[in-house]
């Protein structure tokens, strides 16, 4: 319950516009510390540095105000150039989308085949087109409830098109209805990233008492890896880890079946460990102009990260 009223009474500030524009202004420093940059080529360095800890990573271009089909395009563009940025550096394009920044909900306009289509899914094919020919992938992140069900049927339309080496999605444990999502994909085969999930959700539809999420955290991982599907384990939590790893081993599930995967710049030591123990590690590496919602989130995630915040910005 504390959880819910911390992350309600940070979000809340957070989003007051004159908090924006000072923290903007003052926080970088902080900022940077989850952030990788604003521009891709500081992002793409982000991941080489982290290789030589033997952690891959993830590549996510921030941009959660996409309001029209026009920056919706823009921002595919921008997606679709990364991709190709990252290949030419030498970096495995794996991605991850929010399909809002790139016009779900929206209708494509013109006179193609395509038109009357979600915009959303149309830029999303092209970006995942992109991931097969380069031999990269796209996670299609999830966001807040009421984008779930066009999320998963957009995923299941590319899943089928492309498969799963090259798209994949995300379950949050605090919604009651992911396990039967889950569930309902099995026979698909595909790739899941699972998170307790990010955003500040109503308790008709996500469990309030982080003890539940934690729980139902574990079931889904569980009950992912023994239907014999590929797992992105994605938390930072060392005791849901701890626990996955006993939980292989005594099932005998290989290494090769699921990777842990973590946020840029949160619990550096762990991912380090990790990899050194031979597991797969994945960091999420965002970048971008728009990282100040992003940051938010994170910043909502865990009170000493307000402290830091504030020293931060007293700092200058
Ligand atoms: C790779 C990746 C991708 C994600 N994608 C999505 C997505 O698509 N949709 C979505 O809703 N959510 C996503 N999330 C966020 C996720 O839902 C959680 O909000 C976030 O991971 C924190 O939960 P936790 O599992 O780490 O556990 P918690 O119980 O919150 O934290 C466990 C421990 O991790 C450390 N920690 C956690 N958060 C922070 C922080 N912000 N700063 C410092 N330390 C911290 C602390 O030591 C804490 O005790 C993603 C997370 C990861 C790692």
């Not at 800890?53 to 997606?79: I, Y």
């Not at 550096?268 to 797969?280: H, N, S």
Request: charged fraction near 25%; hydrophobic fraction near 40%.
């Amino acid at each position: 319950m504390f959880d819910r009223i911390y992350r309600a009474g940070v979000l809340g500030v957070a989003g007051r516009k004159p908090v924006e524009n000072l923290v903007r202004s003052r926080a970088w420093s902080v900022a940077k510390r989850f952030v990788a940059g604003e521009e891709m080529d500081t992002a793409i360095a982000a991941v080489k540095e982290l290789a030589a800890d033997g952690v891959l990573g993830n590549l996510d271009l921030l941009g959660e105000f996409v309001n029209s089909p026009e920056t919706a395009n823009v921002f595919a563009g921008q997606v679709l150039a990364l991709q190709a940025r990252a290949a030419e550096a030498g970096v495995k394009p794996y991605v991850s989308v929010k399909l809002s920044s790139v016009g779900q909900g929206m209708t494509v306009d013109g006179t193609d085949g395509t038109a009357g289509t979600d915009l959303g899914l149309s830029n999303a094919r092209r970006i995942v087109g992109r991931a097969r020919e380069l031999g990269g992938y796209v996670c299609l992140d999830m966001e807040d409830h009421s984008r779930v069900d066009v999320t998963l049927q957009q995923f299941r339309t590319l899943l089928g098109e492309f498969g799963a080496e090259h798209v994949g999605t995300v379950l949050q444990s605090y919604l009651y209805r992911s396990e039967a999502d889950r569930s309902a994909l099995d026979d698909l085969h595909p790739s899941l990233r699972i998170v307790k999930g990010a955003y500040l959700e109503p308790e008709s539809v996500a469990m309030p008492a982080k003890a539940d999420v934690d729980a139902a955290y574990r079931r889904l991982v569980y009950s992912h890896l023994k239907a014999g599907n590929y797992t992105n384990i994605a938390t930072h939590d060392e005791s849901i880890i701890d626990d996955v790893k006993m939980f292989v081993l005594s099932h005998n599930i290989p290494k090769t079946q699921f990777e842990f995967q973590m946020l840029y710049g949160i619990r550096r030591d762990l991912q380090k460990k990790l990899a050194a123990e031979g597991f797969t590690v994945r960091a999420y590496i965002p970048y971008g102009r728009d990282w100040y919602a992003y940051f938010s989130r994170r910043i909502a995630e865990r009170p000493a990260n307000v402290m830091f915040v504030l020293r931060g910005m007293l700092k200058g």
